[in-house]
């Protein structure tokens, strides 16, 4: 249906959304660091990515591009 937003099981999970992404623009670093993490929670929604964000301590210029990112991914 056009004009809607895709429910969260048509997306599929955030972190593997985030991985497929070019890294370019604003989130360039924390697609690369996502890709090079192999704890990084593939199948996660974005606070599962923001707790991994966190436990790496992560600069805040990380977190404004997950918020970036998660802005993408909800208006699919």
Do not use: H, N, Y
């Amino acid at each position: 249906m056009e004009g809607r937003t895709a429910a969260p099981a048509e997306r599929g999970p955030f972190g593997r959304w985030l991985v497929r992404q070019p890294e370019e623009g604003l989130r360039a670093g924390l697609v690369k660091a996502a890709r090079a993490d192999r704890q990084f929670p593939l199948d996660g929604d974005p606070e599962a990515v923001r707790i991994r964000l966190r436990a790496c301590m992560a600069e805040g210029s990380m977190f404004e591009a997950m918020d970036d990112a998660e802005l993408d991914w909800l208006s699919m």
